[in-house]
């Protein structure tokens, strides 16, 4: 019996040796496997995704990250060189005791793209796995452990121009004011503005004519129906204007 207590011992120091090495070079590999068996559990469902991404968007360069006092933030430095640890001044602040103040960085070089570096840290930084030494070029997609903190990196590597939405979906896109207002998109208003700039030289140019000077002779003897319904039909442009035709009722 105490054999067999002293094997039992000696094969579960024996797991758990592997289990310490398997964690310090394939820790996303373990951090995988415990997501998939334990999906449905309340504790990994509230597992919060660490990210950090690189953007270059023509001559600027930044980092978005939610390493950074638990929200999204975009992270802009003049040198493109960010700083990872547990120091207050650095970049990327991880309050993490197995990491180092100077824990490591990440720089983008131009043409080259985005580089990983650690530091000579003490407990050493890992991506995809593999102990990190020197400069690394990241990948999109490539997984980082630092100190205890395990991240993903992302960049962006392609743009596109997305097409004009289509009127009728911008009609969706409406502002309400009240129940019975509403604030109509700024493009669907500069639409309108052509037409008021059409309308205006039309003006000009009837004033011009000396047509108007007469129509205003005319027009002080209309009721303010037959003027209401003159301007309509002289702005809307919807049915030529015949001067035999009586107008009102």
């Given amino acids: 019996m105490t054999d067999f207590a002293q094997t039992e011992i000696e094969r579960r120091l024996s797991l758990y040796q592997v289990f310490l090495k398997l964690y310090e070079h394939h820790s996303s590999l373990l951090d995988e496997i415990l997501q998939q068996e334990n999906l449905s559990q309340p504790l990994f469902k509230k597992m919060k995704l660490c990210y950090v991404h690189g953007v270059v968007d023509t001559n600027t360069v930044y980092l978005m990250t939610n390493l950074c006092d638990n929200q999204t933030q975009s992270l802009r430095q003049p040198q493109r060189i960010w700083t990872i ?58 997984r980082i452990r630092v ?45 309108q503005k052509p037409l008021i700039e059409k309308q205006n030289d039309n003006l000009k140019i009837l004033r011009n004519s000396g047509l108007v000077d007469k129509f205003e002779d005319w027009y002080d003897n209309f009721s303010s129906e037959q003027k209401s319904e003159i301007l309509d039909r002289f702005f809307s442009r919807q049915k030529p204007y015949n001067p035999s035709e009586k107008i009102g009722n």
């Fill in 85 to 142: 640890g547990r120091n207050r001044n650095s970049g990327i602040c991880i309050a993490d005791n197995y990491m180092s103040r100077r824990h490591a960085a990440i720089q983008y070089i131009n043409d080259q793209g985005f580089y990983f570096i650690d530091f000579n840290s003490t407990n050493g930084s890992f991506v995809n796995g593999d102990r990190a030494f020197g400069l690394i070029k990241l990948k999109d997609g490539d």
């Fill in 147 to 191: 100190g205890n903190m395990n991240f993903d990196f992302f960049m962006t590597s392609t743009h596109r121009m997305l097409p004009s939405v289509a009127m009728e979906l911008l009609m969706h896109l409406v502002h309400r004011k009240s129940d019975t207002q509403a604030e109509i998109l700024t493009c669907l208003r500069d639409r």
